[in-house]
Protein backbone atom coordinates (compact mmCIF):
# COMPACT_ATOMS: atom_id res chain seq x y z
CA UNK A 1 0.00 0.00 0.00
CA UNK A 2 1.21 3.61 -1.17
CA UNK A 3 2.54 6.02 1.61
CA UNK A 4 -0.13 8.85 2.78
CA UNK A 5 1.77 12.12 2.66
CA UNK A 6 -0.30 13.77 4.95
CA UNK A 7 -3.13 12.83 7.59
CA UNK A 8 -7.09 14.44 8.28
CA UNK A 9 -8.50 14.52 11.21
CA UNK A 10 -11.44 15.89 10.77
CA UNK A 11 -10.52 19.64 10.06
CA UNK A 12 -6.44 18.92 11.23
CA UNK A 13 -4.53 18.35 8.66
CA UNK A 14 -1.27 16.85 9.56
CA UNK A 15 2.52 16.88 7.67
CA UNK A 16 4.04 14.33 7.71
CA UNK A 17 1.57 12.08 9.08
CA UNK A 18 3.75 10.51 12.29
CA UNK A 19 2.48 11.08 15.43
CA UNK A 20 4.16 11.66 19.12
CA UNK A 21 2.21 9.28 21.28
CA UNK A 22 1.15 10.83 24.81
CA UNK A 23 3.19 9.26 27.77
CA UNK A 24 3.11 9.95 30.88
CA UNK A 25 5.71 11.96 32.98
CA UNK A 26 7.32 12.26 29.58
CA UNK A 27 5.21 14.38 26.86
CA UNK A 28 5.38 17.46 28.50
CA UNK A 29 5.68 21.25 27.25
CA UNK A 30 9.36 21.24 26.87
CA UNK A 31 10.22 17.42 25.90
CA UNK A 32 7.67 18.63 22.99
CA UNK A 33 9.28 21.63 22.49
CA UNK A 34 12.71 19.57 21.67
CA UNK A 35 10.82 17.26 19.43
CA UNK A 36 9.45 20.21 17.68
CA UNK A 37 13.19 21.88 17.06
CA UNK A 38 13.90 18.56 15.37
CA UNK A 39 11.49 18.11 12.66
CA UNK A 40 9.89 15.59 11.11
CA UNK A 41 6.81 15.14 13.30
CA UNK A 42 3.30 15.95 12.17
CA UNK A 43 1.30 15.97 15.46
CA UNK A 44 1.46 15.55 19.41
CA UNK A 45 -0.41 14.11 22.09
CA UNK A 46 -0.07 15.68 25.56
CA UNK A 47 0.88 13.21 28.65
CA UNK A 48 -2.28 11.79 29.96
CA UNK A 49 -4.16 14.23 31.65
CA UNK A 50 -6.74 13.68 34.62
CA UNK A 51 -10.55 15.49 33.79
CA UNK A 52 -11.06 15.73 37.25
CA UNK A 53 -7.98 17.10 37.59
CA UNK A 54 -7.98 19.43 34.96
CA UNK A 55 -11.30 20.58 35.85
CA UNK A 56 -9.42 22.22 39.03
CA UNK A 57 -6.42 23.21 36.66
CA UNK A 58 -5.07 27.08 35.50
CA UNK A 59 -5.16 27.19 31.66
CA UNK A 60 -2.48 30.17 32.17
CA UNK A 61 -0.40 28.59 35.06
CA UNK A 62 -0.80 24.80 34.71
CA UNK A 63 2.86 23.13 33.07
CA UNK A 64 0.68 20.28 32.18
CA UNK A 65 -1.60 22.34 29.95
CA UNK A 66 1.11 24.94 28.67
CA UNK A 67 1.57 24.48 25.32
CA UNK A 68 4.14 26.44 23.81
CA UNK A 69 5.05 24.80 20.07
CA UNK A 70 5.57 26.82 17.71
CA UNK A 71 3.80 25.64 14.39
CA UNK A 72 2.75 22.01 15.07
CA UNK A 73 -0.77 21.19 16.49
CA UNK A 74 -1.39 19.59 19.75
CA UNK A 75 -4.38 16.97 21.42
CA UNK A 76 -4.55 17.05 24.87
CA UNK A 77 -5.26 13.32 25.84
CA UNK A 78 -8.22 12.87 28.64
CA UNK A 79 -8.64 10.29 31.47
CA UNK A 80 -12.25 9.94 31.65
CA UNK A 81 -14.30 7.58 34.82
CA UNK A 82 -17.43 8.79 33.53
CA UNK A 83 -19.41 11.30 31.42
CA UNK A 84 -19.80 14.18 34.47
CA UNK A 85 -16.26 14.40 34.47
CA UNK A 86 -16.66 15.53 30.55
CA UNK A 87 -17.64 19.06 30.61
CA UNK A 88 -15.96 20.84 33.19
CA UNK A 89 -12.51 19.85 31.68
CA UNK A 90 -13.22 20.80 28.68
CA UNK A 91 -14.39 24.16 29.59
CA UNK A 92 -10.55 24.59 31.20
CA UNK A 93 -9.30 23.34 27.78
CA UNK A 94 -11.14 25.78 26.24
CA UNK A 95 -9.20 28.20 27.32
CA UNK A 96 -5.93 26.40 26.26
CA UNK A 97 -4.34 26.24 22.37
CA UNK A 98 -5.73 22.85 22.15
CA UNK A 99 -6.68 22.06 18.40
CA UNK A 100 -8.60 18.43 19.59
CA UNK A 101 -9.05 16.41 22.65
CA UNK A 102 -8.53 12.21 22.75
CA UNK A 103 -9.66 9.87 24.92
CA UNK A 104 -7.55 7.53 26.70
CA UNK A 105 -8.88 3.85 26.42
CA UNK A 106 -5.54 1.84 26.68
CA UNK A 107 -4.10 3.08 30.20
CA UNK A 108 -3.29 -0.24 32.08
CA UNK A 109 -2.01 0.85 35.32
CA UNK A 110 -3.32 -0.78 38.19
CA UNK A 111 -4.88 2.34 39.78
CA UNK A 112 -6.37 3.21 37.13
CA UNK A 113 -7.85 0.30 35.77
CA UNK A 114 -9.27 -0.60 39.06
CA UNK A 115 -11.12 3.18 38.97
CA UNK A 116 -12.37 2.22 35.75
CA UNK A 117 -10.60 4.19 33.14
CA UNK A 118 -8.34 3.40 30.57
CA UNK A 119 -8.73 0.16 29.29
CA UNK A 120 -11.31 -0.54 31.77
CA UNK A 121 -13.21 2.08 30.23
CA UNK A 122 -12.27 0.30 26.98
CA UNK A 123 -14.25 -2.77 27.63
CA UNK A 124 -17.25 -1.72 29.27
CA UNK A 125 -19.28 -0.51 26.22
CA UNK A 126 -22.30 1.52 27.39
CA UNK A 127 -20.15 3.69 29.74
CA UNK A 128 -17.30 4.34 26.85
CA UNK A 129 -20.34 4.88 24.86
CA UNK A 130 -21.82 7.53 27.35
CA UNK A 131 -18.05 9.24 27.79
CA UNK A 132 -18.01 9.30 24.06
CA UNK A 133 -21.36 11.11 23.98
CA UNK A 134 -20.63 13.62 26.37
CA UNK A 135 -17.04 14.50 24.53
CA UNK A 136 -18.62 15.05 21.07
CA UNK A 137 -21.81 16.89 22.56
CA UNK A 138 -19.75 19.93 23.88
CA UNK A 139 -16.92 19.96 22.18
CA UNK A 140 -16.80 20.45 18.19
CA UNK A 141 -12.78 19.89 18.08
CA UNK A 142 -11.18 17.05 16.44
CA UNK A 143 -11.91 14.28 18.76
CA UNK A 144 -9.83 10.65 18.46
CA UNK A 145 -9.43 7.72 20.74
CA UNK A 146 -6.58 5.87 21.55
CA UNK A 147 -6.78 2.21 22.57
CA UNK A 148 -5.42 -1.33 23.41
CA UNK A 149 -6.57 -4.57 22.40
CA UNK A 150 -7.97 -5.58 25.47
CA UNK A 151 -7.29 -8.46 27.84
CA UNK A 152 -7.21 -11.00 25.07
CA UNK A 153 -7.45 -10.92 21.18
CA UNK A 154 -11.55 -10.56 20.51
CA UNK A 155 -12.32 -8.93 16.98
CA UNK A 156 -15.61 -9.28 17.50
CA UNK A 157 -15.62 -6.65 20.66
CA UNK A 158 -12.83 -4.87 18.96
CA UNK A 159 -15.08 -4.50 15.65
CA UNK A 160 -17.94 -3.49 17.32
CA UNK A 161 -16.52 -0.94 19.68
CA UNK A 162 -14.96 0.76 16.50
CA UNK A 163 -18.12 0.65 14.48
CA UNK A 164 -19.49 2.26 17.49
CA UNK A 165 -17.07 4.90 17.87
CA UNK A 166 -17.78 6.18 14.26
CA UNK A 167 -21.24 6.20 14.83
CA UNK A 168 -20.72 8.29 18.07
CA UNK A 169 -18.48 11.16 15.97
CA UNK A 170 -15.08 9.93 16.96
CA UNK A 171 -12.53 11.52 14.15
CA UNK A 172 -9.49 8.88 14.23
CA UNK A 173 -8.51 5.95 15.94
CA UNK A 174 -5.49 5.20 17.01
CA UNK A 175 -4.68 1.13 17.62
CA UNK A 176 -1.83 0.53 20.21
CA UNK A 177 -1.44 -3.01 18.85
CA UNK A 178 -0.87 -4.90 22.27
CA UNK A 179 -2.86 -6.79 24.57
CA UNK A 180 -3.08 -5.60 28.42
CA UNK A 181 -1.34 -8.53 29.01
CA UNK A 182 1.41 -7.85 26.30
CA UNK A 183 3.30 -5.12 27.71
CA UNK A 184 6.67 -4.79 25.37
CA UNK A 185 7.54 -8.89 25.22
CA UNK A 186 6.61 -9.60 22.52
CA UNK A 187 5.70 -7.97 18.73
CA UNK A 188 2.92 -5.72 18.20
CA UNK A 189 0.10 -7.07 16.53
CA UNK A 190 0.06 -5.11 13.64
CA UNK A 191 -2.64 -7.57 11.91
CA UNK A 192 -5.52 -5.97 14.43
CA UNK A 193 -4.62 -2.48 13.12
CA UNK A 194 -5.13 -3.56 9.57
CA UNK A 195 -8.47 -4.81 10.45
CA UNK A 196 -9.50 -2.04 12.03
CA UNK A 197 -8.34 0.22 9.35
CA UNK A 198 -10.44 -2.28 6.68
CA UNK A 199 -13.33 -1.83 9.25
CA UNK A 200 -13.47 1.70 9.36
CA UNK A 201 -13.87 4.81 6.86
CA UNK A 202 -12.30 7.30 9.32
CA UNK A 203 -8.49 7.42 9.55
CA UNK A 204 -6.67 4.93 11.96
CA UNK A 205 -3.32 5.80 12.92
CA UNK A 206 -0.66 2.93 14.29
CA UNK A 207 1.42 2.45 16.92
CA UNK A 208 3.62 0.04 18.15
CA UNK A 209 7.03 -1.26 17.33
CA UNK A 210 8.12 1.51 15.39
CA UNK A 211 11.84 2.18 15.63
CA UNK A 212 12.85 3.94 12.24
CA UNK A 213 12.17 4.48 8.71
CA UNK A 214 12.31 0.98 7.68
CA UNK A 215 9.62 -0.16 10.39
CA UNK A 216 7.47 3.19 9.59
CA UNK A 217 7.07 2.02 6.34
CA UNK A 218 6.39 -1.45 7.07
CA UNK A 219 3.38 -0.34 8.94
CA UNK A 220 2.13 1.77 6.62
CA UNK A 221 2.34 -0.96 3.73
CA UNK A 222 1.04 -3.97 5.96
CA UNK A 223 -1.53 -1.99 7.79
CA UNK A 224 -2.51 0.94 5.49
CA UNK A 225 -2.98 2.66 8.42
CA UNK A 226 -3.14 6.69 7.93
CA UNK A 227 -0.61 7.66 9.85
CA UNK A 228 2.06 6.42 12.54
CA UNK A 229 2.17 7.05 16.18
CA UNK A 230 5.56 6.67 17.91
CA UNK A 231 6.59 6.74 21.79
CA UNK A 232 9.44 5.31 23.11
CA UNK A 233 11.67 5.00 20.10
CA UNK A 234 11.22 8.87 20.00
CA UNK A 235 12.50 9.63 23.64
CA UNK A 236 15.55 7.79 23.29
CA UNK A 237 16.02 9.54 19.75
CA UNK A 238 13.76 12.81 19.90
CA UNK A 239 15.49 13.20 16.15
CA UNK A 240 13.84 10.44 15.19
CA UNK A 241 10.64 11.67 13.09
CA UNK A 242 13.00 14.22 11.41
CA UNK A 243 14.92 11.14 10.53
CA UNK A 244 12.04 8.86 9.36
CA UNK A 245 10.45 11.69 7.40
CA UNK A 246 13.56 12.51 5.03
CA UNK A 247 14.32 9.13 4.07
CA UNK A 248 9.84 8.13 3.67
CA UNK A 249 9.59 11.59 1.82
CA UNK A 250 12.56 12.55 0.40
CA UNK A 251 13.06 16.20 -0.49
CA UNK A 252 10.20 17.59 1.66
CA UNK A 253 12.92 17.24 4.74
CA UNK A 254 15.53 18.76 4.85
CA UNK A 255 18.14 16.55 6.94
CA UNK A 256 19.94 17.08 10.29
CA UNK A 257 23.58 17.38 8.90
CA UNK A 258 25.41 17.34 12.13
CA UNK A 259 24.05 17.59 15.93
CA UNK A 260 26.11 15.71 19.16
CA UNK A 261 24.43 14.03 21.57
CA UNK A 262 25.49 16.32 24.54
CA UNK A 263 23.30 19.25 22.69
CA UNK A 264 20.14 17.25 22.66
CA UNK A 265 20.83 16.77 26.27
CA UNK A 266 21.64 19.86 27.03
CA UNK A 267 18.68 21.60 25.38
CA UNK A 268 16.58 19.22 26.68
CA UNK A 269 18.14 20.63 30.46
CA UNK A 270 17.12 24.36 28.93
CA UNK A 271 13.68 23.53 28.23
CA UNK A 272 13.08 22.01 31.49
CA UNK A 273 14.67 24.77 33.18
CA UNK A 274 12.18 27.10 31.25
CA UNK A 275 9.13 25.61 31.49
CA UNK A 276 8.64 23.45 34.23
CA UNK A 277 8.66 24.18 38.15
CA UNK A 278 11.55 23.64 39.98
CA UNK A 279 10.47 20.37 41.83
CA UNK A 280 9.23 18.82 38.96
CA UNK A 281 12.06 19.46 36.59
CA UNK A 282 14.96 16.83 38.03
CA UNK A 283 12.16 13.62 38.41
CA UNK A 284 11.71 14.34 34.34
CA UNK A 285 14.84 14.76 33.37
CA UNK A 286 15.72 11.14 35.41
CA UNK A 287 12.45 9.86 33.41
CA UNK A 288 14.42 11.30 30.02
CA UNK A 289 18.03 9.91 30.78
CA UNK A 290 16.20 6.73 31.38
CA UNK A 291 15.58 6.69 27.30
CA UNK A 292 18.03 8.79 26.17
CA UNK A 293 20.71 6.27 27.52
CA UNK A 294 19.66 3.39 25.63
CA UNK A 295 21.47 5.17 22.31
CA UNK A 296 24.76 4.07 23.74
CA UNK A 297 26.33 0.83 24.37
CA UNK A 298 27.32 2.16 28.06
CA UNK A 299 24.24 3.71 28.46
CA UNK A 300 23.89 2.19 32.16
CA UNK A 301 26.60 4.41 33.11
CA UNK A 302 24.92 7.84 32.43
CA UNK A 303 21.81 6.46 33.85
CA UNK A 304 23.37 5.28 37.10
CA UNK A 305 25.00 8.84 36.62
CA UNK A 306 22.09 11.11 36.34
CA UNK A 307 19.91 8.84 38.87
CA UNK A 308 22.20 9.27 42.16
CA UNK A 309 22.39 13.38 41.37
CA UNK A 310 20.07 15.47 43.67
CA UNK A 311 19.72 18.70 41.68
CA UNK A 312 19.43 19.34 38.00
CA UNK A 313 23.19 21.24 37.67
CA UNK A 314 24.56 18.34 39.43
CA UNK A 315 22.66 16.11 36.86
CA UNK A 316 24.00 17.87 33.50
CA UNK A 317 27.83 17.71 34.75
CA UNK A 318 27.80 14.37 35.52
CA UNK A 319 26.09 14.01 31.89
CA UNK A 320 28.55 15.72 30.56
CA UNK A 321 31.10 13.87 31.52
CA UNK A 322 29.64 11.06 29.51
CA UNK A 323 28.33 12.58 26.87
CA UNK A 324 31.16 14.73 25.85
CA UNK A 325 33.11 11.49 24.38
CA UNK A 326 30.37 10.03 22.49
CA UNK A 327 30.87 12.68 19.67
CA UNK A 328 28.36 13.83 17.29
CA UNK A 329 25.67 11.86 14.20
CA UNK A 330 24.46 13.14 11.49
CA UNK A 331 20.78 12.26 10.24
CA UNK A 332 20.53 11.74 6.29
CA UNK A 333 18.07 10.83 3.86
Not at 19 to 28: F, L, S
Not at 123 to 148: E, G, M, N, W, Y
Request: net charge neutral; hydrophobic share 40%.
Amino acid sequence: MPIPDSLLIKELEIIPPLVMAPMAGITHNPFRLLVEEMGGCGLFYTEMLSAAAVANESPEKSFYLQNHLKRTPLIYQLLVYDEAQVLPALEKLERCNCQGIDLNLGCTAPMIVKKGGGIALMQDFDRCKKVLQALRSHSQLPLTVKLRLGDKADWDYMEDLCKMFETEGVDAVIIHARLKGDRFKRPARWEFIRRVKETLSIPVIGNGDVVDAQSAGMMFRETGCDGVMIGRAAVKKPWIFREIACKLWPGKFSPIEKISFLEVYERYVELISTYLPEERQLGRLKEFTAYFAQNFQFGHTLWRLVQNANSVAEALNRARSFLIHQGSFVVKE
